[in-house]
């Protein structure tokens, strides 16, 4: 009995953030910070926010990777026109998924944007986050088999029952019965208003852990972990308006696609002696873990600068334009739009310099192939990222064989 009641102690968790912060850490944290200060930041704020719908599409892609399902960009754009796959229930279950991600990774960087996302590991931002991706989504997505029987679970309620409780790997949670006190403890030790800005960075990477580790719902933790370390990046200041994404670094790995699960494995690992932290898990092992997750943060963060540069986007464009076999004047009117963020429809076309009607058959090609778009008939054009188009202006942003 005395056993059980220290295993389940919220304690269990700890150590959540490291005392002091090694050397490699701080140095970790000061090259993130300086390189999201960058990122786009030569870009129109115009051109940025459709970057950063790109991006949404990007880390639904790989957060449902991570997953084990493979949802092709093509197939999320179609299910973001409400076009969705009548044949095929799996697939269409998976665009609706898609589509839930998208929605709500653009919600909390609309919070974020007007100051108004909650503290990102409150216990009420987590249940609202698993509430509101699963809100929408179609009965079967919210039943679980389990040991041959089918469980159902409600969006926004933490593991509440025995049935709930089920291994994860080799990694036993806490039991159902001891989630909500895990969780309040969770709140109490990430709580970003009650620590420092350095140490926000070292505890993002520790939260993305130690929840997954809790597991306090059925279902969803991944996903859940991973739009709250979004939050957090964007409450840390290392957001970049929403033009990077920790999940596509969590899906590839340093050295392997398989560097994720085994590095959440490692953090699992419990104190290793006395030399070994004052808590139940191994602070070695979680120092390695923060250094490993900001190293993946760092490396997006910087694929993405060379990516959304001003002028390697604009030679993209160039080269994008030649393969459609379009006019000249046609990047005349991309690279415009990508200085100036958009344009109206009657600038457009003057700044080609041909006569209106040929100028106009111009940019109807471009708006008809997506790589302009515009929010009304008649509205102001500005750049937009088909999925057509992803292999040439966005080399390596997805897989080759997903597009």
């Not at 140095?27 to 991006?55: E, Q, W, Y």
């Not at 279902?219 to 200041?237: E, F, P, Q, W, Y």
């Not at 590095?263 to 070695?284: C, E, F, I, T």
């Not at 471009?366 to 992803?390: H, Q, T, W, Y």
Request: charge should be neutral; glycine fraction near 6%.
């Amino acid at each position: 009995m005395i056993g059980n009641m220290i295993l389940e102690a919220p304690q269990r968790i700890e150590p959540c953030i490291p005392d002091t912060l090694h050397h490699e850490i701080v140095d970790r944290v000061a090259t993130l910070s300086d390189a999201a200060a960058h990122l786009g930041g030569r870009l129109h704020p115009k051109t940025a926010a459709n970057l950063a719908d790109l991006v949404r599409v990007m880390n639904c892609y790989y957060s449902n990777l991570i997953e084990g399902h493979n949802t092709r960009p093509h197939d999320i754009e179609q299910a973001l026109q409400s076009k969705y796959d009548t044949d095929d229930t799996k697939k269409r279950n998976l665009q609706l998924e898609a589509v839930a991600h998208i929605r709500l990774q653009k919600e909390i960087d609309v919070l974020h944007a007007s100051d108004k996302l909650p503290e990102p590991s409150s216990v009420k931002f987590i249940v609202w986050l698993h509430r509101k991706f699963y809100r929408d989504l179609p009965e079967e997505m919210l039943v679980l088999e389990q040991n041959n029987t089918k469980v159902r679970f409600l969006p926004g309620e933490f593991r509440h029952l025995p049935l709930h409780d089920v291994a994860v790997g080799r990694h036993l949670p806490p039991s159902s019965t001891s989630v909500a006190s895990f969780m309040s403890h969770f709140e109490s030790r990430f709580n970003f208003s009650a620590i420092g800005r350095g140490i926000q960075l070292a505890a993002m990477a520790s939260a993305h852990h130690r929840l997954n580790y809790i597991h306090p719902f059925p279902d969803g933790n991944g996903r859940v972990s991973r739009l709250m370390s979004h939050a957090m990046a964007l409450k840390a200041g290392i957001g970049a308006h929403g033009l990077w994404s920790v999940s596509r670094g969590l899906a590839r790995g340093l050295n392997s696609p398989k560097d994720y699960m085994s590095m959440m494995d490692m953090a699992d690992m419990p104190r290793q002696g006395d030399l070994d932290g004052r808590g139940n898990l191994s602070l070695k092992a979680l120092n390695t873990f923060i250094g490993w997750f900001l190293d993946i943060c760092i490396d997006q963060v910087t694929f993405m600068q060379d990516l959304f540069d001003l002028d390697n986007l604009a030679l993209r464009l160039s080269r994008y334009c030649s393969d459609q076999e379009w006019k000249p004047e046609a990047f005349m009117i991309l690279e415009m739009v990508l200085l100036k963020g958009e344009l109206s429809r009657g600038d457009a076309c003057r700044a080609t310099g041909l006569k209106e009607r040929t100028a106009r058959t111009l940019l109807s090609s471009l708006l008809e192939n997506g790589i302009l778009g515009s929010d009304s008939p008649k509205g102001p054009v500005s750049l937009r990222f088909p999925a057509a188009s992803l292999d040439r202006l966005f080399p390596n942003l997805f897989p080759a064989h997903s597009l």
